[in-house]
């Protein structure tokens, strides 16, 4: 059974920084695309940044790009989003999703398995 559970969430000045990990089980990185996504109050979910399996390509959609990366630890099953010069606009819940596309890229249209997600809240 596909599993993922968020964490590292919590308050951030803005221009600060923060790293969200995705703990994931039951699924393999070289198959499974892992995707980061936030949702903000009253407002559409959005995706942030998603990783290929094959060659751990990154895909950025959006304002992170410049700012956030993606990274994943094998070993430990682990995907993190680290978060730099984050903005006052950018409180949301932070999810990641995944997806079995094997050989194929990010980004992709519809991600089947979700965390529960993790509050990011910024100050001024």
């Known amino acids: 059974e596909v599993q993922l559970v968020e964490s590292g969430g919590g308050l951030a000045q803005a221009g600060g920084s923060l790293r969200l990990s995705c703990a994931t089980s039951g699924l393999a990185f070289d198959e499974y695309a892992i995707g980061w996504f936030r949702q903000a109050p009253g407002k559409e979910r959005e995706g942030v940044v998603c990783i290929s399996p094959a060659d751990g390509a990154a895909y950025y959609d959006g304002s992170g790009e410049g700012r956030f990366h993606i990274s994943r630890d094998d070993a430990k099953n682990l995907v993190y989003l680290k978060m730099h010069s984050l903005k006052p606009e950018e409180p949301a819940v932070y999810y990641c999703?995944?997806?079995?596309?094997?050989?194929?890229?990010?980004?992709?249209?519809?991600?089947?398995?979700w965390g529960p997600g993790t509050q990011v809240n910024v100050s001024l």
């Open positions: 999703a995944t997806d079995r596309i094997g050989s194929g890229a990010c980004p992709i249209l519809d991600y089947p398995y």
